[in-house]
Nanobody, 119 residues
C-alpha cells in the first residue's frame, strides 16, 4: 500500500515536503513519480526519478519542486518550494512510468495527500 503524507494548507510562497512510503520489495528497481490531481482534472505525473536518480519535471514545477528517494526507507519525497495557488491538488506517488503527464501507475493508488495553497 502506498502511503502519502505531508500535505496541508499553506500560503503562496511557502514550502511543503511530501513523503510517500512504498513498502514494496522491488522499490529500488523502479522509477518513482509524484502525480497530482487538481479539482476537476485528471491525475497526471508531474515529476519522476529513475532508479539511477535521474529526474524529470513538468515545466510548471521545474525549479520549485525537487524529488528524491531513499531506497533504504522505501520512501519517495517531494520538496515543494514557492508554492502557488495552481499547485492546489491531491498528490499521489506511484512507480513504473517515466512519462510526464502519464496517468498510469504500477501499483494500486494510495489515498494521496491534499495540498491547498491559498492566502
Amino acid at each position: 500500500q502506498l502511503v502519502e503524507s505531508g500535505g496541508g494548507l499553506v500560503q503562496p510562497g511557502q514550502s511543503l515536503t511530501l513523503s510517500c512510503v512504498a513498502p514494496k520489495s522491488a522499490f529500488s528497481a523502479y522509477a518513482w513519480a509524484w502525480y497530482r490531481q487538481a479539482p476537476g482534472k485528471q491525475r497526471e505525473l508531474i515529476v519522476m526519478i529513475t532508479r539511477g536518480n535521474n529526474t524529470k519535471y513538468e515545466d510548471s514545477v521545474k525549479g520549485r519542486f525537487a524529488i528524491s528517494r531513499d531506497n533504504s526507507k522505501k520512501t519517495v519525497y517531494l520538496q515543494m518550494n514557492n508554492l502557488k495557488p495552481e499547485d492546489t491538488a491531491v498528490y499521489y506517488c506511484n512507480a513504473g512510468t517515466t512519462d510526464l503527464g502519464s496517468t498510469n501507475g504500477l501499483y494500486p493508488w494510495g489515498q494521496g495527500t491534499r495540498v491547498t495553497v491559498s492566502s
